[in-house]
């Protein structure tokens, strides 16, 4: 069991960064592969980038690439997403989730076992 809290979210103008942070309790953190997916509304939740647990792996969205980059400190038991060259379509709900299958990274939502409650990020044109 793994119990996540995503924080860093605000209202930034087009063109800034964010930096969100997932906290993690639970002792196994280091053996869950990381995601980050984000829902608009009326949209369906999305994938946006994913960490393997050791950190050398990592997969993104599209939409994410050459903007965000994911990372994780196990010391610290947190998975972060840096976020630059925002956009007004960036502008979602965020959520972090944990997969207990290290062995593949995956972008589906179901394939993910725990989840945060969402930090909610505002890009402004």
């Known amino acids: 069991q793994v119990q996540l809290v995503e924080s860093g979210g605000g ?16 002792r196994t953190f280091s053996s869950y592969n990381m995601g980050w997916f ?3 509304p009326g949209k369906e939740r999305e994938f946006v980038s994913a960490i393997s647990w050791s950190g050398a792996g990592t997969a993104y969205a599209s939409s994410a690439r050459g ?22 379509e960036d502008t979602a709900v965020y959520y972090c989730a944990a997969s207990i299958n290290s062995g593949t990274i ?17 890009v402004s044109s």
């Open 106 to 122: 995956y972008t589906t939502p179901t394939k993910y076992n725990y989840w945060g409650q969402g930090t909610q990020v505002t």
């Open 67 to 88: 903007r965000f980059t994911v990372s994780r400190d196990n010391a610290k038991s947190s998975v972060y997403l840096e976020m630059n060259s925002l956009k007004p």
């Open 11 to 26: 209202l930034v103008q087009a063109g800034g960064s964010l930096r969100l942070s997932c906290a993690a309790s639970g």
């Open 38 to 40: 984000r829902q608009a």
